[in-house]
């Protein structure tokens, strides 16, 4: 029982920061799941997050799959709710605080600084995670390839994916 109280809490407190989604403090997920409280091992970590991306609905799914790890089906529930519940009650409060601006270029300075606090965020997130998993020179360099090549070109992601999966197969990466 100490166990899901633990989780609770500590998913709870990462749900107040995780502005801009799960990905926005997924490093930080990392180091508490992993080399903190070692609930799993970071291949594991990997794997729930692959399968959060590849599967659809939320991106939260990591830390739904984290609970289902520790605690079955009752961690899975645990989890997600410690994942949503502050959040969404943050969100409902600042909604009905933004509605109520009647200055529009308030509005919009609060949106526009939102918006580059979760961009930010969602970047750094996504930097340190290429920092610790990328350990080979080949790997950052395809991470940096599919940067650029998503940015300055129209090429679907999932050719990229595919890309990445056949040089992973043949052991370039």
């Known amino acids: 029982m100490t166990l899901l109280l633990s989780l609770f809490i500590k998913l709870s407190l990462f749900s107040f920061v995780a502005y801009g989604g799960i990905i926005a403090v997924l490093p930080s997920l990392f180091d508490l799941t992993v080399n903190q409280e070692h609930w799993i091992n970071a291949d594991t970590f990997a794997d729930f997050f692959a399968i959060a991306q590849a599967a659809p609905g939320p991106n939260f799914m990591t830390v739904t799959l984290i ?3 520790l605690y079955g089906l009752v961690g899975a529930i645990v989890a997600s709710i410690a994942i949503c519940w502050p959040s969404c009650i943050m ?8 509605t109520g601006i009647q200055d529009p270029e308030k509005k919009k300075i609060i949106q526009y600084a939102s918006a580059s606090l979760a961009v930010g965020l969602v970047l750094a997130s996504s930097w340190k995670l290429m920092v610790n998993f990328n350990d080979h020179w080949t790997a950052t360099a395809l991470t940096i390839a599919v940067i650029a090549a998503t940015q300055i070109s129209k090429i679907h992601p999932l050719y990229l994916i ?11 990466i």
């Open 162 to 172: 595919a890309l990445g999966a056949l040089l992973g197969g043949v052991g370039f």
């Open 91 to 98: 969100v409902f409060y600042l909604e009905r605080y933004i």
């Open 67 to 69: 609970g289902w790890q």
